[in-house]
């Protein structure tokens, strides 16, 4: 199997956040800037921009924001198959 690619430099311990041709998920309690971190980074790669002095690679990309708030209160999370 070939090794993964990944849009991102490393970070610290050699760990890569944005594998290539994958969904990368954040998760976490409300209010931590998720959210604002999806999109700086969303639209850094998308533009091909150095993320903290490393080159990263020029990609689409497509970012999806769901209010937990919302969809516990919306029909469709409530349907019965």
């Not at 790669?45 to 970012?63: E, L, P, S, T, W």
């Amino acid at each position: 199997m070939a090794a993964r690619e990944f849009a991102d430099p490393e970070i610290e311990g050699g760990a890569q956040l944005f594998p290539m041709k994958a969904i990368t998920l954040l998760v976490a309690l409300g209010g931590n800037s998720k959210a604002t971190y999806a999109i700086k980074n969303a639209s850094d790669v998308a533009a091909g921009k150095q993320y903290d002095g490393f080159n990263i690679q020029k990609r689409k990309v497509i970012v999806f924001n769901v209010l937990a708030r919302f969809f516990a209160e919306s029909s469709w999370a409530s349907a019965k198959d």
